[in-house]
């Protein structure tokens, strides 16, 4: 039984790296408790960012093609922070590659891990509420094929209704309908991406 003494009781044991690739890599991990051993195999993604662009009560929504709904799928603008970027770079990134708008004022609006098991992929999402349009964008048709303005009580009913499926978007623009309702939580937010922005990443694995 994992109680919280057999949790200060574990023995976390090194990393060791099972698969590779450009884009994520997969570490074996066995955590020791006084009367069992996990294995556990973390999937590093490295971390996330979305944002979500919103004018007079209207949200940005960019479509894509995605392989686990064999189908087009409407999003906010987001992707992976790249060495060296900070998510504040990568949000203002991904907005102009997929959005074709500079944002400028990136408020933190949500921090989340997509799941807490065995996928780390540590998730920073912004709000954007001052852009200009960059106009020397080009819709990357590999990308994204569409773009919209949607009422923000239109993108909520779509969630509802399944037609917004993905896990970021569907965090976003319900963290976007509460902080609406409750402005206080602005500095509480901010307080919770600094100290994630400034946490150590993972140990290194061993070969």
């Not at 993604?45 to 009560?57: E, K, M, W, Y």
């Not at 709000?127 to 990357?140: D, I, M, P, S, Y």
């Amino acid at each position: 039984m994992i109680t919280p003494a057999a949790i200060a009781d574990r023995q976390i044991g090194p990393r060791s790296r099972e698969y590779e690739n450009p884009y994520f890599h997969v570490d074996q991990v066995i955590v020791e408790f006084p009367d069992h051993a996990k294995r556990i195999f973390v999937s590093e993604h490295g971390q996330r960012v979305g944002i979500l662009i919103a004018q007079d009560a209207r949200i940005l929504l960019v479509r894509q093609y995605r392989l686990l709904v064999d189908g087009l799928a409407w999003e906010i603008p987001g992707g992976r922070v790249d060495a060296g970027e900070t998510p504040r770079e990568a949000a203002f990134r991904e907005a102009q590659e997929e959005s074709g708008l500079n944002c400028y004022a990136l408020e933190p609006l949500l921090y989340f891990h997509p799941g807490l098991d065995t996928c780390n992929n540590p998730t920073f999402v912004f709000l954007a509420e001052k852009f200009e349009t960059n106009h020397q964008w080009r819709f990357a048709a590999q990308e994204v094929t569409d773009r919209v303005w949607l009422p923000l009580a239109e993108c909520l009913r779509m969630i509802f209704m399944g037609q917004i499926v993905d896990s970021l978007t569907v965090s976003a623009l319900l963290a976007h309908q509460v902080r609406r309702q409750q402005l206080d939580l602005q500095a509480v937010v901010t307080q919770q991406f600094e100290s994630e922005v400034s946490r150590p990443a993972p140990p290194n694995s061993s070969s």
